[in-house]
């Protein structure tokens, strides 16, 4: 079946630091990706999605580039602010349309 | 916009009783929804998936006979956790998405759920 794998545990850095966070994927089917970001207390929200082999997406500062070849998406920010301190996970949407499978998350703390 | 709001927040339920959680869907057609949950120092596990007009599909591990999913209409969906124990605790997540061809999956912000 489908399967996601992150940089697992805890990311602690200097605010104003580049940051990327590992995704890699495993699936039989044509790959769409995702990462979610979850504030503490709050719902997950879309960060970032794609299908595109090698096309860099942004959003809020944030990007990645689904590279089919390495089957990974991984998500870096240039320069990282006291606020993106949350936990993100990368997902996949493989065989079912429907069906998201989850990596295990990794938590990201930006100290001042 | 699109939202989901997810109730109760929080429950705290005694071991070997039920406890339901809903989703209500604003702003959009939850034309399929599924049920996560979130364990202590885990990721999210995918309990079911439910389509309008379509059967539950139960993932394995998860049975219909221990979290009864109902999604009557396309706003509205709520899954019961039945003879809750220990194991069972945990943050469970609803997620909708509509079926206009729209890839993004709405989140509610979660029941979590306390059994003792």
């Known amino acids: 079946g489908d399967s996601v794998t992150q940089t697992e545990g805890l990311v602690t850095l200097t605010k104003g630091l580049p940051v990327m966070l590992n995704c890699t994927y495993q699936?039989?089917?044509?790959?769409?990706l995702f990462w979610y970001v979850q504030h503490l207390n709050e719902a997950p929200k879309l960060l970032l999605k794609s299908s595109t082999d090698n096309k860099r997406t942004e959003h809020q500062g944030f990007y990645a580039t689904l590279h089919k070849s390495s089957s990974s998406f991984h998500l870096q920010k240039s320069s990282v602010q006291l606020s993106d301190s949350a936990l993100y996970f990368c997902?996949?949407?493989?065989?079912?349309?429907?069906?998201?499978?989850f990596g295990a998350g990794t938590r990201l703390a930006v100290c001042p | 916009g699109a939202l989901v709001y997810q109730y109760p927040r929080r429950t705290i339920c005694k071991s070997g009783t039920s406890m339901r959680m809903e989703c209500q869907a604003v702003g959009f057609q939850a034309t399929s929804v599924a049920w996560y949950r979130q364990s202590p120092q885990k990721t999210f596990e995918l309990i079911a998936l439910?389509?309008?007009?379509?059967?539950?599909?139960?993932e394995q591990n998860f049975t219909q006979e221990k979290f009864p999913i109902s999604h009557p209409n396309l706003s509205f969906s709520s899954m019961t956790v039945l003879n809750a124990y220990l194991e069972d605790r945990g943050l469970y997540l609803c997620g909708a998405r509509d079926g206009q061809g729209r890839t993004e999956v709405f989140f509610g912000k979660g029941t979590r759920l306390t059994v003792v």
């Open positions: 699936t039989t089917y044509s790959p769409f």
């Open positions: 439910s389509t309008v007009n379509s059967a539950i599909k139960y």
């Open positions: 997902a996949l949407r493989g065989g079912s349309f429907n069906k998201l499978t």
